[in-house]
């Protein structure tokens, strides 16, 4: 079973509709991230949370905002959507505590189209 | 401004070579290090990291060297194999628990 999972897989949508991913971890961590990647730019970091009642923007978080509803649920929403938000979005998860550090634990990615 | 460089887009090998591939970095307050894997359709899946105290850290196949003066990482996989075809991130961080990213480098290994 996955320890990070992200739904949608993949989703098309149209400018200015309302989308909502979510992640859900059974990993137990209390810290979760979204970034999102594109073509030649890597993975930029949109939000993170360090625990339930923590929210901090990451360095792209213009047009996005996010909720964790419990330790294991983080969702990324997109009020609007616009086309430039067409990208591939990852759900992340860490442990400090953890024998691997600061490792960040992935799951498998949300394809966002916005048409 | 990147602050995690990774100037080669891609890189081609021969099975059985090895593979070298590099991170520059420019922030000096980064005291950790990660190396990790992507195949398409996947997220990222860690490989190997080293402390800003280590200046080398093996696993199997994979060596990760840290040249802290010369602000300067390279992962050496030995010896390399179709497999290990795939997107190659490096990542730094601090003590703010964020990483910051390269932009990757696709290494592909021909049989």
């Known amino acids: 079973d996955a320890d990070v999972t992200q739904t949608p897989r993949n989703r098309i949508t149209k400018t200015g509709k309302r989308i909502m991913l979510e992640c859900s971890q059974t990993k137990g961590h209390d810290r979760m991230y979204w970034y999102r990647q594109d073509p030649g730019l890597g993975l930029r970091l949109i939000y993170y949370?360090?625990?339930?009642?923590?929210?901090n923007k990451g360095e792209i978080s213009d047009g996005y905002s996010v909720s964790r509803q419990a330790q294991a649920k983080f969702s990324l929403s997109l009020e609007s959507a616009i086309p430039n938000q067409t990208a591939l979005y990852f759900c992340?998860?860490?442990?400090?505590?953890?024998?691997?550090?600061?490792?960040?634990?992935f799951g498998p990615g949300t394809r966002l189209t916005v048409l | 401004d990147q602050q995690v460089k990774q100037n080669s887009p891609s890189l081609s090998v021969q099975e059985g070579r090895i593979s070298i591939l590099n991170c520059d970095y420019t922030n000096s307050m980064f005291d950790y290090f990660l190396w990790y894997k992507k195949y398409p359709a996947e997220g990222p899946t860690f490989l190997i990291s080293?402390?800003?105290?280590?200046d080398k850290n093996e696993d199997g196949r994979f060596t990760v060297f840290l040249n802290k003066s010369a602000k300067h990482l390279s992962l050496h996989i030995v010896p390399s194999q179709p497999g290990d075809s795939a997107v190659y991130f490096c990542?730094?961080?601090?003590?703010?628990?964020?990483?910051?990213f390269g932009k990757g480098t696709l290494l592909t290994v021909n049989p």
């Open positions: 992340a998860t860490s442990d400090p505590r953890g024998l691997a550090g600061n490792e960040q634990f």
């Open positions: 990542a730094a961080g601090g003590s703010n628990y964020k990483l910051t």
């Open positions: 080293i402390s800003s105290i280590k």
């Open positions: 949370s360090f625990d339930v009642k923590d929210i």
